[in-house]
Nanobody, 116 residues
Framework: QVQVVESGGGLVQPGGSLRLSCTAS????????MVWYRQAPGQQREWVAT???????NVADSVKDRFTVSRDYSKNTLYLQMNNLKPEDTAVYYC??????????WGQGTQVTVSS
């Protein structure tokens, strides 16, 4: 199986920055995609950003002027650089990976709280 671990969350003031990391390990042959989602209290989980195996990146329109996604293929690690954070960015951020042979796996999430 594949293990997915997110890190880098925390409490930050509005206007601050955080860098989230997501590392996949285990029986990995090829990761077709690595994806960030987030879920705020009382809301549905929403897509934030994706990097696919060919290198293409997509970031949600709602955050693309502030968030940047990148991937280190050698480390099976996905990053989310979040700048100019706003209270509405408060959520649990989850990482989803799709391993070509084994399917999809989720991490446990990392909490991001933006508050003064």
């Amino acid at each position: 199986q594949v293990q997915v671990v997110e890190s880098g969350g925390g409490l930050v003031q509005p206007g601050g920055s955080l860098r989230l990391s997501c590392t996949a390990s285990g029986r990995i042959f090829t990761l077709n995609s690595m994806v960030w989602y987030r879920q705020a209290p009382g809301q549905q989980r929403e897509w934030v950003a994706t990097v696919v195996s060919g290198g293409a990146r997509n970031v949600a329109d709602s955050v693309k002027d502030r968030f940047t996604v990148s991937r280190d293929y050698s480390k099976n690690t996905l990053y989310l650089q979040m700048n100019n954070l706003k209270p509405e960015d408060t959520a649990v951020y989850y990482c989803n990976v799709h391993e070509r042979r084994l399917g999809e796996f989720w991490g446990q999430g990392t909490q991001v709280t933006v508050s003064s």
